[in-house]
């Protein structure tokens, strides 16, 4: 039986692996007909994106905002939830480097100011005003979410307020070791009332609670809703108002922002309309959509880039300013002591 000669087939040709591009090119947002504007469509643009650096996109949007209301922005940004108990996440002395730098690089007589804050000291909050009045003749405040308490006086020191639907202000009731001042001097008055009643016999049933009011903390307490409103009212008239600080709409702004009585809590949110009502200087940001929407990229980029990072603070601008103030776990390796070798037996005398 003869045996046909079967011809060797044709390899394919071998594949080569994927080389990756020598020259790839940077990253940039600058050429995006529309940003990404939900958290979920950010997130999806940086999973196609790969590895870059966030705040390029941030630094975009920043200056697509620019272009739109024709003013220098400056962000202040500090995380206002899921926040680790040891983060300073407040308004405090240490902001003023980073407000420092926002001004010292952004020349003018005009600024936007978008804000987003908890609140944190009044002293400090009094210093950074200073420094942007005595910078600038026009100062707008953009606030995208939450702008309670300290923040909220900061506001009051602005020609205006742009308020997007999710924006809101607070009450600006002090704290005091994160306990409303009003509160401990409720709980004071309270137990001054019940005394009166009761008479002197019921003071020993009442001693305990005496000895954990300090009366300087009466004090202290006094003194810093006087500063509050004093503040309050002085910006209310000299910037955003222009009235004198006697006037009935100024009094008025002044005592239901610090009512701690009428808001019960002082994470209560003062929306929109009630500032509209109250007679403060409201711009609605949804009265211009294309800077709505850019403000709200802005807002969910910021969340988004918490979420990722361990910072709880940024100082931003379009003119070379990006850095914040992040969390720190410090490690301490604990000195294990050298083994002990086993004793010997003690022998009996």
Known sequence: ?????????????????????????????????RLPI??????EHFEVAGEVPLFLLRAETLRRIEAITRRPLITYVAKTHNIQ?????????SDLLGFGDLVQSTPGHDVDVLLTSNGGSVE??????????ETYTSVHFIVPANAYSAATLMCFAGDSILLDTLGTLGPIDPQINGIPARAILRAMESLEERLREQGPRSLTAYIPMLQKMDLYMLEICKSAQELSKELATRYLSTYMLREPPDSPRVKAIVDHFSDYDLHKSHGRSIDRAKCLELGLAIVDLQATPELRMLVRSLVNQHELFFDKSPFFKLYENARGINWGRQHFKIQIPVPTAPPVPPSRPAKAN
């Open 1 to 33: 039986m003869g045996h046909r000669k079967s011809r060797p087939r044709k390899q394919p040709p071998l594949r080569q692996p994927a080389r990756a591009d020598p020259n790839p090119q940077p990253y940039d947002p600058s050429g995006l007909e």
């Open 38 to 43: 939900s958290y979920q469509e950010i997130t």
């Open 85 to 93: 108990p040891d983060s300073p996440a407040f308004i405090d002395d």
């Open 124 to 133: 400090s909050t009094e210093r950074i005003v200073r420094l942007i009045r």
